[in-house]
C-alpha cells in the first residue's frame, strides 16, 4: 500500500471510526465529487449540505454517516483534492531519469489537474478563512513530498547542493500555483472555455527559469570573480 492509498483509507474511515464497505466509500466518494463542484459554483458560505445531497442523488440523513457538518465536508474535499493533485504529479513524474525531468512532468501533471479540477484554486483559498489548518496542511504534505525529491537529487549530484529543500520546495510550489492560475484557470478562448493543459511554451519558459535555479552551479575562477 502506497502513501496515498493510505491516506485515503484513513480519511475514509474517519467519520465513522471504522473501515468503510465498498458501497460506503463509493457514497462517500459521490459526496465528495457533488461537494466539489457546490463549493467552487457557490463558495463556502452559500453552499448547502441540501444542494451537495441532491447534486449527489443522495438522501440528506445519509450524509450525516459520513460527515457531520457543511464544515466537515468541505475540509475532506480540501485534503482530497489534495491527495488527487499529488496523485496526478507523482504519477507524470514516474520513471523520470533526471530531477529537471521529473520537474517538467510533475508541472504537467499539476497543469492538467488544474485545468480538470479548477475548483482546487477557489477551494484552497476559501480554506484560508474556513479552516486554515486544514489549508495549511494541503500545503505541507505537497512540500514534504517535494522536499524530499529535492534532497535526493542533491545526494545524486543531480541539482545544487547548496539550496535549501524546504525554501526550494516552497519557490517550486509557489511558481506552479501561479502559471496554473494565470495560464490555465484564467486563460479562455472566444467562447469562454478554459484550455485542456498549458501552453507549450509557456511551460518551456518556466522550465527554463527552473532550470537555472536547480542546476548545480560550478564555482567561478579567479579571473571571472576580478571581472
Do not use: C
Not at 471510526?17 to 459554483?41: C, H, I, Q, S, Y
Amino acid at each position: 500500500m502506497t502513501q496515498l492509498d493510505a491516506e485515503e483509507d484513513a480519511l475514509l474511515s474517519q467519520a465513522t471510526g471504522k473501515p468503510l464497505t465498498e458501497r460506503g466509500k463509493a457514497t462517500r466518494a459521490r459526496l465528495v465529487e457533488a461537494a466539489e463542484f457546490v463549493f467552487a459554483d457557490a463558495g463556502y458560505h452559500e453552499a448547502s449540505i441540501v444542494r451537495i445531497t441532491e447534486r449527489a442523488g443522495i438522501g440528506l440523513g445519509t450524509f450525516y454517516l459520513y460527515f457531520d457538518s457543511k464544515q466537515a465536508i468541505f475540509e475532506a474535499l480540501v485534503l482530497d483534492l489534495n491527495r488527487r493533485v499529488r496523485q496526478a504529479m507523482s504519477s507524470a513524474m514516474a520513471g523520470a531519469s533526471t530531477r529537471m525531468e521529473a520537474e517538467r512532468r510533475g508541472f504537467e501533471g499539476f497543469f492538467r489537474f488544474t485545468a480538470e479540477h479548477p475548483a482546487l484554486y477557489r477551494v484552497v483559498r476559501e480554506a484560508e478563512l474556513v479552516s486554515p489548518e486544514t489549508m495549511r496542511e494541503h500545503y505541507a504534505r505537497i512540500v514534504s513530498g517535494y522536499r524530499e525529491g529535492l534532497t535526493a537529487a542533491q545526494h545524486e549530484g543531480d541539482i545544487d547542493g547548496g539550496l535549501d529543500p524546504e525554501v526550494t520546495a516552497w519557490a517550486l510550489m509557489g511558481i506552479g500555483e501561479l502559471i496554473g492560475m494565470r495560464y490555465v484557470l484564467w486563460e479562455r478562448d472566444e467562447a469562454g472555455t478554459a484550455p485542456t493543459a498549458i501552453d507549450p511554451d509557456v511551460l518551456a519558459s518556466a522550465m527554463r527559469f527552473i532550470d537555472g535555479g536547480l542546476r548545480r552551479h560550478r564555482a567561478a575562477t579567479t579571473d571571472e570573480q576580478e571581472q
